[in-house]
């Protein structure tokens, strides 16, 4: 079985509760929620009251992809507003391991992303405290971009160095996810898919969030 974070960066905002209410009552796992600053990544999003308002209605962990630039100034913050997991980009800590361990001594799942130019071995001090790595298939900011392929290549890698470390970390996967990408995806060893326009952009979200759980490796 396949987890699914749908990212609500492709809900309609002046919808939220309804697109809210609509995952509360889909097979999803995860609510995804995307933070953009305008400095990290060429966008802004939205920020911590959007997130708490997410928070009053969502029924699902809140998984939270922060990218913003030294994001370690928020993990309190973060977990505040709800989270059950937060996602800090590698090139964006200078202190990545101190980070790590703030994030986990907030209660919250800690996980690091790569952008697609970052290689898996830029991990490989720190694999072993982690929940979770998200491996960024397109360029952060934008919803509705096309998968990188090199993706695929590059999650086998990280596999492998999961299994050499013996870390418990489970791999995310996201952009450009749709029903040709998934199931390349999941092959390669995805454990969780992000999707945003293509659950959003559906018209039935649900039915496209239960195809996507039930992919087998
Ligand atoms: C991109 C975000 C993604 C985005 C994915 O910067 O991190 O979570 O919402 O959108 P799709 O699934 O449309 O590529
Ligand atoms: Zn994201």
Redesign the pocket.
């Known amino acids: 079985m396949t987890y699914v974070s749908p990212?609500?960066?492709?809900a309609d905002f002046a919808n939220l509760q309804r697109d809210v209410e609509m995952l509360n009552e889909s097979e999803a796992d995860y609510m995804?929620i995307?933070v953009?600053d305008g400095v990290f990544?060429p966008?802004i999003?939205f920020g911590f009251p959007v997130m708490k308002a997410i928070a009053k209605y969502a029924q699902k962990p809140l998984d939270v992809?922060l990218?913003i630039v030294d994001p370690q100034r928020y993990v309190s913050q973060v977990r505040d507003c709800g989270a059950a997991i937060m996602n800090v980009h590698q090139e964006a800590c200078t202190h990545l391991d101190r980070t790590i361990q703030q994030i986990k001594q907030a209660g919250m799942k800690a996980a690091v992303?790569l952008n697609p130019a970052t290689p898996v071995c830029m991990l490989e001090d720190v694999i072993h405290e982690l929940d979770m790595v998200l491996l960024?298939?397109?360029?952060?900011?934008?919803?509705?971009?096309s998968?990188i392929e090199g993706t695929v290549a590059k999650l086998h890698r990280l596999r492998a160095l999961i299994e050499q470390s013996g870390s418990k970390a489970v791999i995310e996967v996201?952009?450009?996810?749709?029903a040709q990408t998934a199931p390349r995806v999941v092959e390669a060893g995805a454990d969780i898919l992000?999707?945003?326009?293509?659950?959003?952009?559906a018209q039935n979200p649900k039915e496209v969030i239960s195809s996507l759980k039930s992919l087998q490796k």
């Open positions: 990212s609500l960066l492709s995804h995307d953009m990544v966008n999003s992809h990218m992303t960024m298939s397109v360029n952060p900011g934008f919803a509705a971009q998968f996201d952009g450009g996810i749709n992000v999707a945003g326009s293509y659950v959003f952009s």
